[in-house]
């Protein structure tokens, strides 16, 4: 699978899990075959006000890689500004944004699957 210019050697992707994917369990996940693997998807807004617990989430060790993050929020400027530090700190292969978390605190946030009522 292609991505871009990013190489996909399997069809096994572990997804971005809150309270699962950590590092110790994506990389047994990338020793089992994971093609890419996924952080805990992390909050726009914790990562702009520096939350150190936001910033833990994100450890990565290069034998995860292809390694993704994914991040979720709702004001597109915090959105952005976290993107931007992610790349320039962690530099993965691939940050997207949840657009289909459906757990309540997160929509009641205006986030995850609640960014598709305004498109």
């Known amino acids: 699978m292609k991505i871009r210019e990013l190489t996909i050697k399997t069809q096994v992707l572990l997804a971005p899990m809150a309270g699962y994917t950590d590092l110790p369990f994506r990389l047994i996940c990338k020793n089992m075959g994971a093609g890419i693997v996924y952080s805990e998807f992390v909050s726009s807004e914790g990562l702009v006000r520096k939350s150190e617990k936001t910033e833990f989430y994100l450890i990565n060790d290069e034998q995860e890689r292809p390694f993704g993050i994914q991040i979720f929020g709702h004001d597109?400027?915090?959105?952005?500004?976290?993107?931007?530090?992610?790349?320039?700190?962690?530099?993965?292969?691939?940050?997207?944004?949840?657009?289909?978390?459906?757990?309540?605190?997160?929509?009641?946030?205006?986030?995850?699957?609640?960014?598709?009522?305004?498109?």
């Open 76 to 119: 597109p400027a915090a959105m952005a500004d976290s993107a931007r530090y992610i790349e320039e700190k962690y530099q993965p292969d691939i940050i997207d944004i949840n657009m289909g978390c459906s757990v309540r605190k997160v929509v009641k946030k205006n986030a995850g699957a609640a960014l598709l009522k305004d498109l």
